[in-house]
Structures are given as C-alpha cells and as structure tokens.
C-alpha cells in the first residue's frame, strides 16, 4: 500500500507559522528580463534543467548540456535553448506545444548558486539562428525559444548541502545499475543485455551531436 500521510499542510498560512520574514530583497530580485549579471552567469553555463508542463498538469523535467553559452541569450527578453540528439520521447516539446511553459535551471560548475528562469517557450526552425548553434558542423534542427518572464538568482544552499561540486565526499558508485541494465530491466524489449550496452556505448562515443 502507498503511504497515507498524516499532517497535511494546505495553506501558505499554515507554512507561514513555522517559517515567516521573507526579506524584502528576496521579493524584489525577481527579474521581467535578462539582465548582466543574469547573461553572463547563462553563457557560463554548460549544464541546465528545464521543466515544461503538459495541458492536465502533467510534468517533466529534462537536462540540457553543451559547451558552456550554448544557451543564447538572443536579446534581454529572449533565451534560446538548442535540441541535440537523445532518445526521440519529445517530452519537452509535447509539453511546450500544449502549454508553452517552461522553467529553467542553469548550473556552473564550482559554484553554489544557480539562475532560474521561468517564461513562455516555443519550437523554432529559424535556420539564422540554428546556425549559431551548430557544434562540428551539425546544425540543430529544432531550438526551443523561450520568452522571459522571470529571471533571478537563487542561493547556494543546496548545492552546498548535496557537496556536489566535492566529487572526492561523493558516495561510491558502486553497486549502481548501468543505463544499459536499467533499459534492459525496464524496456522489455526483444534486444538482449549486450546489444543494448552496446548501443549506448556507441551513442556516447559517436551520436552526441549526429542522429
């Protein structure tokens, strides 16, 4: 049987007895745009999770990576983010064609805090802007651009608590299923163990940037 919790909070009110003071800047940091400080942290940015949301509320969060800048800031009110090769579900794009939301995570390596943005996204195949996207002569065929409504940094806290840039404290990996075991496991599919592995052994040495 599921869980069944027992002290459900169902009120901002209820949260706001146990944890009140939001500072004033906390409240004001919160950006309709791109600023400096916010474009510089994007273009040193190479690792970045977006989350979209389907028409019955549905979810999905997806990580993006590329060489630090592969996000664009296009102008102060305009992100563009581009589609490389991966496994073809589409979850994002689905979700951006029926509600065109999207929230966005940006990481830099070796530093605690992270930049969020949230705004409205769209599929494109402008070619000009595809062109600047292109990595050893492979121009993306899609690109998801996203319309700013909210930019901001958030606090470090987490990534410090997690150590994730500590990788000599990180637990041992030991013991952990491969992709390829995973797949296996989960896909049911009529290839064996070893021609799945070697699949994916071959997609990350040969398919990062070709299909």
């Known amino acids: 049987m599921p869980y069944e919790p027992t002290d459900v909070v169902t009120s901002e009110a ?3 007895v146990h944890v009140d003071g939001i500072h004033d800047a ?3 940091k919160v950006l309709d745009h791109i600023d400096t400080h916010c474009q510089v942290w ?3 940015s190479p690792f970045i999770v977006i989350s979209t949301v389907d028409q019955h509320g549905n979810l999905d969060a997806s990580p993006k990576g590329d060489p630090a800048g592969f996000v664009k800031v296009v102008d102060a009110q305009t992100l563009a983010i581009p589609d490389r090769p991966g496994n073809h579900r589409f979850d994002s794009f689905t979700n951006i064609l029926a509600t065109g939301k999207i929230g966005i995570i940006f990481l830099v390596p070796n530093r605690n805090e992270v930049v969020r943005v949230n705004g409205h996204a769209q599929i494109v195949r402008d070619l000009p802007l595809r062109e600047t996207m292109a990595i050893k002569g492979r121009i993306p065929e899609f690109a998801i651009l996203v319309r700013v409504q909210e930019a901001f940094y958030h606090c470090g806290k987490a990534i410090i608590r997690s150590q994730l ?5 990180a637990a041992s990996t030991q013991g952990l299923p491969t992709y390829a075991e995973a797949l296996h496991a989960q896909g049911k599919c009529d290839l064996s163990f070893a021609e799945i592995d070697a699949r994916l052994r071959h997609n990350d040495k040969n398919r990062l940037y070709d299909e």
Do not use: D, F, M, V
């Open 165 to 169: 840039w500590k990788p000599e404290l």
């Open 14 to 16: 209820e949260i706001r």
């Open 26 to 28: 906390q409240k004001l």
């Open 42 to 44: 994007i273009q040193r």
